[in-house]
């Protein structure tokens, strides 16, 4: 029997206490002008104490973190000077990022403005692993808190900041197209190393973006806590359109992402309406494991993604139209939630690609002097091999074959992989003795 219910606005954040109460953040009705709400309830619903912050009606709540010390850090943007957020960049046309400190109580501890002359969006907050947290977002400035700009709508962009609230560091990540452009953001979350995963869309083939499928694709970038990109890779198909939202990483080390997908082609098999909800399974370093694709006969679009016990996958997101994976559509609605559990996947059910399976040779492998790739078939591919952490150590591009000298090369694992135009890729072990 329902005992009570509460609506939260889009993006509100609930975290249980010990005694039953919990704390939410949410926003204010936009009737009443957007501000950030703080506020802690009982078991029973009923409200303990609320709180508002961002009285210049234009403080848009996105996301929260609780920290270690009982508090939470509130993000969002904002598009004016107000007496919490005093700090503002560029024309009131064009959003900063806004971020909020908050005791236990609800009481502001200290806030904190970033910006440029642009618009800037956040997505995702991380607790860093010694205090502070990263904030992940987009940009399209390139002066103030956000230079290093590539080009195109928006870059993505990573910021860290210390247990006060000061700017540690931040950079722009991208190339000359657009990443997390037009609703297609992303997500962030801890890589268990001090540094962070990063998820979102993107159309890039430059700049930071080195394995490029075409159209947009995901992108997942590992940067650590001294603001250094440990690798990145893509993942998708030449003529579809994928972009992320949401990723987490397993206890066995290996990586999951969520988010939506278009026209089946390279490593997305299959489609049931307009878009999926594409479920992405990589290993530590990046290497593409398999994946899978939901949904019913309209949009479907997948926002969340979580390990659960016993090596199960929960993915969540929403549909608009049955058919497919889905039939149970209220019809008094525009969308439905899903949620999916997904049991362990072997490969009867997951696309992969083996050694047996291969778009390259590699000899002699183990290697001790030098290692040839050749290509099975003449072609234009993007040659990347990766050690056990997922640093990169060699990237070329290639048409039929190449010779690698590897004396020099620490003696150990390797990861080759090679990405055809047509989207499909194969991951290969290289030994070097």
């Not at 801890?190 to 992108?219: A, E, N, Q």
């Not at 039939?327 to 059910?349: E, K």
């Amino acid at each position: 029997m329902l005992e009570w219910s509460k609506c939260l606005s889009p993006g509100g954040y609930i975290f249980p206490l010990n005694n039953g109460d919990y704390i939410y953040g949410t926003q204010t009705n936009p009737s009443t002008g957007w501000a950030f709400v703080i506020g802690r309830e009982n078991s029973s619903g009923s409200i303990i104490w609320q709180k508002t912050y961002g009285n210049n009606a234009s403080a848009i709540f996105k996301n929260m973190m609780a920290c270690s010390d009982g508090g939470f850090i509130m993000t969002g943007i904002t598009n004016y000077i107000d007496t919490d957020f005093t700090t503002h960049y560029g024309s009131w046309m064009n959003e900063d990022i806004a971020i909020i400190k908050l005791d236990s109580n609800g009481n502001k501890v200290w806030s904190k403005v970033i910006g440029g002359s642009g618009g800037e969006d956040v997505f995702s907050i991380v607790a860093a692993q010694y205090g502070g947290c990263y904030i992940i977002g987009t940009t399209s400035s390139n002066d103030y808190d956000c230079t290093g700009f590539h080009g195109g709508i928006e870059d993505l962009y990573l910021a860290r900041l210390d247990c006060n609230g000061n700017l540690l560091w931040h950079r722009d990540l991208g190339g000359s197209g657009d990443e997390g452009y037009n609703g297609h953001c992303g997500g962030g979350t801890s890589d268990g190393k001090g540094g962070v995963l990063v998820v979102c869309g993107s159309s890039s083939g430059d700049g930071d973006v080195h394995h490029s499928i075409g159209g947009y694709d995901y992108w997942v970038v590992n940067v650590d806590s001294n603001n250094n990109v440990v690798w990145e890779n893509s993942y998708g198909g030449p003529h579809g359109h994928e972009s992320a939202t949401s990723i987490c990483k397993a206890t066995d080390g290996s990586i999951w992402i969520n988010g939506i997908s278009g026209t089946p082609s390279g490593e997305v098999d299959t489609n049931y309406g307009l878009s999926g909800a594409w479920i992405v399974h990589i290993d530590s370093a990046g290497n593409y494991l398999g994946s899978k694709v939901l949904g019913g006969k309209g949009t479907n679009w997948g926002q969340m993604i979580c390990q659960l016990a016993g090596g199960l996958v929960m993915a969540g997101g929403y549909y608009t139209r049955n058919g497919g994976l889905f039939n149970t559509l209220d019809s008094f609605g525009n969308s439905d939630v899903f949620l999916a559990i997904l049991a362990p996947w072997n490969q009867t059910i997951v696309k992969q690609v083996s050694s047996t399976n291969s778009i390259a040779k590699i000899f002699p492998n183990p290697a001790t002097n030098e290692v040839n790739i050749k290509m099975e078939q003449a072609g234009k591919y993007h040659l990347t091999i990766s050690d056990v952490i997922g640093k990169i150590i060699y990237q070329a591009n290639v048409n039929d074959k190449v010779q690698i000298p590897v004396k020099d090369w620490v003696k150990g694992m390797f990861y080759v992989q090679v990405s055809g135009e047509d989207g499909y890729r194969s991951v290969q072990k290289l030994m070097v003795e």
